[in-house]
């Protein structure tokens, strides 16, 4: 009982100081120190999002959404037992104090949805059994923080849309169960470390909307738990690796707006956009025969030659647009098999030869484009008067 006594005094010195500094415009965190303490009534504290051992001593702090602003203190480290700490979603908009690495209990770490300001604090890592760190939407600057690579039961790291720049560190190889890595919308440049290979754990990569170049790494072929694939806007180049073709959990994939020039074979996709690249040559016979193809957006490139024959033959394709490339040849019949189309965008190209009459009879379908192209002979009674479409346009031919 007198530990317990110790602890509960601890908590509530280091919570009433926290709170000190915290702007609670809402009055969400009311601060009430219980008159008795048992065994029956572990907690000490009756505070919002504050949990306590049975030694009374503070596991679990979470302040999410509750609108609060102002400044997170030194203070934090006195709680020493902690094991999860979110402050997602409020407005804090100070840096964080760099004590944190003092909390070495912690196993999950949420401070996403802030305006948190400066250097990531040096030393999380230190918290070996840390599983979760989200510390995205907000304007952390600086190097990303590579001492996380130490916490290597590290599951999710998600460090998106801040000010981070300079390279990925190479250490994060050693994170072999992470899960989940998101670097997307900072100021990162260089090559994409090869060695992100090597984490065989993966399932999401999200690295878009940074300054990456060079190619993406063959070795991203060993990912085999790989499924979510963003490297879009940035300025990648190259071939995209054939490698990541035998991926077989693979099904999205995000390359828009770099610089690649060559297709490869990627199977097992339901959403495959690789528009406004530098692709040129025929498009794979090999994507016709994509059996889970959902979405393909190949528009904005320098792709020539026919599309696949078997197109949107026994897939469940619902968008094709390959819009602004100098394609030719005929529209294939298959593209609306499946009665999934909604969305078919195949205008300024050099498409030639008639609309195939199966359109026509395509329920589904929303949203046609073709103006611009070389089509010839008549409308197929129907296309156009279909319920659902919204939109409908030949033009030019």
Known sequence: MAQAQMFQNDAVSALLLIKADIIDPMDRLRLEVARQWSEESFSPLQLTGVWCNSNGAVEKLDLSYMNLSGRITDDIQQLHGLTVLNLCCNGFSSSLPKSIYSLTFLMSFDVSQNNFIGAFPVGLGMARGLKIVNASSNNFSGLLPEDLANATLLEILDLRGGFFEGSVPLAYKNLQNLKFLGLSGNNLSGHIPSELGQLKSLESIILGYNAFEGEIPAEFGYLTNLQYLDLAVGSLSGRIPAELGRLKQLNTIFLYKNNFEELGYLKNLQLLNVMSNQLTGHIPTELGELTKIEVLELWNNSLSGPLPANLGR????????????????????????????????????????????????????????????????????GLGKLGETSAFGVGKQ
């Open 314 to 381: 026994n897939t469940p394709l619902q968008w094709l647009d390959v819009s602004s490339n100098s394609l030719s040849g005929e529209i294939p019949s298959s593209l609306c098999d499946s009665g999934n189309l909604t969305k078919l965008i195949l205008f300024n190209n050099a498409f030639s030869g008639p609309i195939p009459f199966g359109l026509s009879t395509c329920l589904s379908l929303v949203r046609v484009r073709m103006q611009n192209n070389l089509i010839s002979g008549t409308i197929p009674s």
